[in-house]
């Protein structure tokens, strides 16, 4: 019976959907994408005030994304197809919500990846656990047409950001300071 407990645990290990953030991506997060992380309390707090200053009917968008409890990971399967929409806070303006997208989260063996397959504003990355309720995106933006360029190849296309598990089918990514336009941008989904 035991040795059975044993097999079911390795099998159950064996097909985690999602990669362990322990070493693996501090040996890939950049320094400048580091700084960022360990800055996302005030950068985010920041960025949401400025917001307020936005339409109201966005306000009240945003309100309800970032009211939204995180959720464990530990029994949700991130992949297959999603819609998806950017939520842009502070910076050049108080507040952008932008139309649905689709996205896609595969799984390659070492972790989820996500794409944004759709709209001209693109991103692609990879996941890593933080915790059982936020994980570490590391990825490249790109624009419709270009060949997305792998995380670490430059501060104008790396990405980072954590990311919550809002609701059964509901989640999201928040980069905070991200290189252009804003001081927090958001990633909606939802199937």
């Known amino acids: 019976m035991a040795f059975r407990r044993l097999i079911l645990a390795a099998a159950l290990a064996a097909t985690a959907t999602f990669a362990h953030a322990d070493g693996v991506v501090q040996k890939l997060i950049t320094p400048a994408d580091k700084a960022r992380l360990e800055n996302y309390d005030a950068t985010r707090k920041g960025a949401l005030q400025e917001a307020k200053a936005g339409l109201a009917r966005e306000v009240a968008v945003l309100n309800a994304i970032v009211a939204k409890k995180p959720l464990s990971f530990s029994d949700f399967d991130m992949t297959g ?8 806070a502070g910076g050049l303006g108080p507040l952008v919500v932008y139309n649905w997208f689709k996205c896609k989260v595969t799984d390659d063996g070492s972790g989820w990846m ?5 709209g001209s504003q693109r991103t ?3 996941f890593y656990t933080e915790s ?3 994980l570490i995106y590391l990825g490249s933006g790109f624009v419709a047409g270009e060949k997305p360029k792998a995380y670490g190849r430059g501060p104008d296309t790396d990405q980072v950001g954590y990311a919550f598990r809002a609701g059964p089918a509901e989640w999201r990514i928040e980069f905070p300071a991200p290189r252009y336009e804003s001081k927090l941008d958001i990633i909606e989904f939802r199937r």
């Open 81 to 88: 197809n999603w819609q998806c929409r950017t939520i842009k």
């Open 132 to 134: 059982d309720s936020r």
């Open 114 to 118: 996500l794409e944004k397959i759709s």
């Open 124 to 126: 692609k990355g990879r």
